[in-house]
């Protein structure tokens, strides 16, 4: 069976802080593509980064990392010096290479940022 | 990035009546559009999926002749839920993918219905 936990509900910082928002994940796929989706209070989705399963590079873009780690089945995310913009729900979701139309979501961790 | 469409943004609708949810992907064909379900605070859940000029594929547990979807051109997807009722009001999401983007679904912005 495919999972995502993201065990953290909700996270509040204060703007200028780091926060990492957790993502596990569990498959018996050895192909397979994890992501992460930013949904604001407007409610769409904005897609935030793909990584295939066999890329293990962490990766930055601007104020954003992700840490990808397939010995613990993790895929966590980073931002860095948090902005009031950036609260939102974040979700993380997982999809088997074989079968691409299977976005499997977890349930999402709702991050305010106060100023 | 691509863009994908949804109409109307909101609806309130009495029980019994049938609404339409439309999902235009604006500047792309779309081979295949999703349908996803998300009720306050919960994550987003699956529907179906559907390919222009076939018919829909339904997961488990998701009624066909409730939730009925018609994918007739490349561009156009509609999702409409008959005979609504309080129980249906939750968050509607499509999504749409075109086959040179391997993998990566864009959402549209999302519609929520309200059935009183």
């Known amino acids: 069976a495919q999972k995502v936990t993201q065990a953290q509900t909700e996270i509040s910082v204060v703007e200028k802080e780091d926060v990492t928002l957790d993502c596990v994940y569990e498959?018996?796929?050895?192909?397979?593509?994890l992501f992460w989706y930013k949904q604001p209070p407007s409610g769409e989705l904005v897609f935030l980064i793909r990584?295939?399963?066999?890329?293990?590079q962490n990766e930055i873009s601007g104020r954003y990392s992700w840490n990808f780690q397939k010995s613990t089945s993790s895929f966590n995310f980073t931002i860095t010096a948090s902005q009031v913009v950036d609260s939102a729900v974040y979700f993380c979701?997982?999809?088997?290479?074989?079968?691409?139309?299977?976005?499997?979501f977890g349930t999402g961790t709702r991050l305010q940022v106060f100023p | 990035g691509a863009v994908v469409s949804q109409h109307p943004s909101w609806v309130i609708c009495k029980s019994g009546t049938s609404v339409k949810i439309e999902c235009r992907s604006l500047?792309?064909?779309?081979?295949?559009m999703f349908w996803y379900r998300q009720f306050p605070k919960q994550s987003l859940m699956l529907m179906a999926t559907s390919n222009e000029g076939s018919k829909a594929t339904y997961e488990q547990g998701v009624e066909k002749d409730k939730f009925l979807i018609n994918h007739a051109s490349l561009t156009l997807s509609t999702l409409t839920v008959t005979s609504a009722h309080p129980e249906d009001s939750s968050f509607y999401i499509c999504?749409?993918?075109?086959?040179?983007?391997?993998?990566?679904?864009?959402f549209g912005p999302g519609t929520r219905l309200t059935v009183l």
């Open positions: 498959t018996r796929d050895t192909t397979y593509y």
């Open positions: 999504s749409a993918r075109e086959d040179s983007s391997y993998n990566e679904q864009f």
């Open positions: 500047d792309f064909q779309a081979t295949t």
């Open positions: 979701a997982l999809t088997p290479s074989y079968n691409t139309d299977k976005l499997i």
């Open positions: 990584r295939n399963s066999f890329d293990e």
